[in-house]
T-cell receptor
């Protein structure tokens, strides 16, 4: 099956800093999504982005399908951005191990 | 409000006592699936359903059963729970396979 790798595994930021999270995958996919799991365990869909670039407020994502990676950008981070960020790929939604983000005030 | 609803949200049960975790979505979605989340292992798919009466195994189906008799409901059944099924369970749905997927709030299950 498809292998999904996320980096970095952990990230600690000061409030206001920017960050880039990466998702690499081992095969061509026509489905890639980014999720945020908040400290209470809820999984929120951030982007459906099999290719191209999308933006939603302070968050944006870019997927370069031909090179098998996707990037999630968080600008001007806030403490509420803390949690774990997952990417999932393929029709069976295979998840990476996640990036745990901690934003300190 | 569009949502995926799971029940119970929290449950402590004993080994061998059959239990069902219900999942319902109000978005008329065709595709539904179940995941379990364990520390260090991420989310792994248990079962999925492409439509009514169509179900298939995911990566970790052992010890679980599902059914899809109605479009909106996709219950997860643990016939004889064991402690290694202690986990956080998520139900999810999307309008069709490969489209934007929405998760329920999760069900914390402890088997003692």
């Amino acid at each position: 099956g498809i292998q999904v790798e996320q980096s970095p595994p952990d990230l600690i930021l000061q409030e206001g800093a920017n960050s880039t999270l990466r998702c690499n995958f081992s095969d061509s996919v026509n489905n890639l999504q980014w999720f945020h799991q908040n400290p209470w365990g809820q999984l929120i869909n951030l982007f459906y982005i099999p290719s191209g670039t999308k933006q939603n407020g302070r968050l944006s994502a870019t997927t370069v399908a031909t090179e098998r990676y996707s990037l999630l950008y968080i600008s001007s981070s806030q403490t509420t951005d803390s949690g774990v960020y997952f990417c999932a790929v393929g029709n069976d939604m295979r998840f990476g191990a996640g990036t745990r983000l901690t934003v300190k005030p | 409000e569009a949502q995926v609803t799971q029940n119970p949200r929290y449950l402590i049960t004993v080994t061998g006592k059959k239990l069902t975790v219900t999942c319902s979505q109000n978005m008329n979605h065709e595709y539904m699936s179940w995941y379990r989340q364990d520390p260090g292992l991420g989310l792994r798919q248990i079962y999925y359903s492409m439509n009514v009466e169509v179900t298939d195994k995911g990566d970790v189906p052992e010890g679980y059963k599902v059914s899809r008799k109605e479009k909106r409901n996709f219950p997860l059944i643990l016939e004889s729970p064991s402690p290694n099924q202690t986990s956080l369970y998520f139900c999810a749905s999307s309008s069709f396979v490969g489209n934007t997927i929405y998760f329920g709030e999760g069900s914390w299950l402890t088997v003692v």
